[in-house]
T-cell receptor, first 112, second 113 residues
């Protein structure tokens, strides 16, 4: 069956360290993979998109990698800050469809 | 700046009531989506619309219907609300093309008593 998985346990890290979040999928061939940030009581906010033929994408302190062989995307936040504390969602889109499939999200807490 | 507005942040209704959730976007996008978000289950697609008066069922359409009479407005209707429809409801709209981000509203937290 098709599945997209993110670590459901919260991730606690010290300020200044690099946070790494994982998104694994099975039985999909995504054309695009997106990462979102969601704060409590708010809607998700788009952060980064990576295409199936891209290995890595960067935006300021954020980096996303995409390994279609391992069926995995990693999301990195370098020099993390308490303001980065939130839930991070991955979403994938297969070509020829409108439907995005979301992971359940990983809650990140950056400790001062 | 892009804007997706959901009519209510919090809503409390009774079992059996007909409930309307409204979503308005100012981006002139064809595509609009309704999701519900539950702990441990993530975002699940209820319905989406790819043009005015066009709609398609998502993964969990049972108990819901939608209306898209104008491009900017997409309404989710709970025909006869039940307690298992208590959830956070999120509206989203991407531009056309898979490489476009989705813009979400802030959600409606709906409680059915």
């Amino acid at each position: 069956s098709q599945k997209i998985e993110q670590n459901s346990e919260a991730l606690n890290i010290q300020e200044g360290k690099t946070a790494t979040l994982t998104c694994n999928y099975t039985n999909y061939s995504p054309a695009y993979l997106q990462w979102y940030r969601q704060d409590p009581g708010r809607g998700p906010v788009f952060l980064l998109l990576i295409r199936e033929n891209e290995k890595e994408k960067r935006k300021e302190r954020l980096k996303v990698t995409f390994d279609t062989t391992l069926k995995q995307s990693l999301f990195h936040i370098t020099a993390s800050q308490p303001a980065d504390s939130a839930t991070y969602l991955c979403a994938l889109l297969t070509s020829g469809t409108y439907k995005y499939i979301f992971g359940t999200g990983t809650r990140l807490k950056v400790l001062a | 700046d892009v804007k997706v507005t959901q009519s209510s942040r919090y809503l409390v209704k009774r079992t059996g009531e007909k409930v309307f959730l409204e979503c308005v976007q100012d981006m002139d996008h064809e595509n609009m989506f309704w999701y519900r978000q539950d702990p441990g289950l993530g975002l699940r697609l209820i319905y989406f619309s790819y043009d005015v008066k066009m709609k398609e069922k998502g993964d969990i359409p049972e108990g819901y219907s939608v209306s898209r009479e104008k491009k900017e407005r997409f309404s989710l209707i709970l025909e006869s609300a039940s307690t298992n429809q208590t959830s956070m409801y999120l509206c989203a709209t991407p531009a056309r093309g898979g490489n476009q981000p989705q813009h979400f509203g802030d959600g409606t937290r709906l409680s059915i008593l």
